[in-house]
């Protein structure tokens, strides 16, 4: 698959996707032409989800990604208020189709993860972090706030702590991180992560995608629901839509005749 300067984007035989911020003199910051250029690609790996099982996001160099690149936000303090809208929901809308792929998606995050770049963590399935990462809802500190991002990172780690780390901009760690739910996983060192990738790509390439991809939309539509009868039954009826599916029973069948099932050979 192609890639630009800026957004790299490598696809193995093995089908594990990765996704590079590539600007490293930056800190990997998000600009309008990163933003479209990840929205682009986000599209495009929801339309391979044949070839590319799970998706990787990792910054190149020290960072993870230090959020809105500055002359990007210079630039849009002269901006109208319908150009800014225009804007911002480009950055939203990057995040939901990134949050909405069918695959499992990590970030794998080192140094700065600020602003938009902890939104991108929060947007993924699983992030794992080095555990001296340096994360921090930035936005109060300039006069913002975490808007478009809050979606996502509520959803991580609930209003409680999105209330207080949004108010305050403090700065934590990847151990908080973990602590909090930001990331599920925490390394020792950056040259641990490609171990993490290795371990999480072998729990993808066991997964049946179709069923991944079912699981994901579960928790999203049954998040916060009474537990009634109705919910009952429709939590049946996905369940029963598996069974009889292609992938169900090949999965049942493979575990009776002791074999692997096919989308793990």
């Known amino acids: 698959m192609a890639d630009t300067q800026d957004v790299l984007l490598d696809v193995t ?7 590079t911020l590539n600007r490293p003199d930056k800190h990997n910051a998000f600009n309008a032409d990163v933003v479209a250029r990840l ?3 986000c599209e495009t790996l929801r339309a391979s989800a044949d070839e590319a099982r799970i998706v990787f996001i990792r910054g190149a160099g020290k960072s993870f990604s230090a959020g809105a690149d500055l002359e990007w936000m210079q630039a ?6 319908e150009d800014n809208v225009n804007d911002a929901l480009g950055l939203a809308r990057m995040l939901h189709r990134l949050y909405d792929l069918p695959q499992t998606t990590v970030a794998l995050v080192q140094g700065a993860a600020m602003g938009g770049g902890a939104g991108l963590m929060a947007a ?14 930035s936005e109060v500190r300039l006069g913002l706030t975490p808007a ?9 780690i609930g209003p409680r702590w999105a209330r207080a780390l949004f108010a305050t901009g403090e700065s934590f760690d990847g151990a908080f991180a973990e602590k909090i739910g930001l990331a599920q996983y925490t390394v020792d060192k950056v040259e641990d992560l490609d ?10 390439f066991h997964a049946a995608p179709g069923a991944v991809a079912d699981a994901k939309r579960l928790v999203d539509d049954i998040v916060e629901k009474e537990i009634d009868d109705g919910l009952m039954r429709d939590t049946a009826h996905r369940i029963a839509d598996r069974r009889v599916s292609d992938e169900g029973r090949e999965g049942l069948a493979s575990f009776l005749e002791k074999r692997k099932p096919r989308w793990a050979e």
């Not at 093995?14 to 996704?19: D, L």
């Not at 849009?76 to 208020?81: G, I, L, P, R, S």
């Open 13 to 19: 035989p093995g089908g594990a996707a990765v996704i």
């Open 39 to 41: 929205s682009d690609i």
């Open 76 to 81: 849009a303090a002269d901006w109208t208020h």
């Open 124 to 137: 993924c399935d699983v992030a794992v972090a080095v555990k001296d990462a340096k994360i921090r809802f």
């Open 148 to 156: 478009t991002i809050s979606p996502f990172v509520v959803r991580a």
């Open 195 to 204: 171990d993490m990738m290795e371990h999480l790509g072998k729990l993808a």
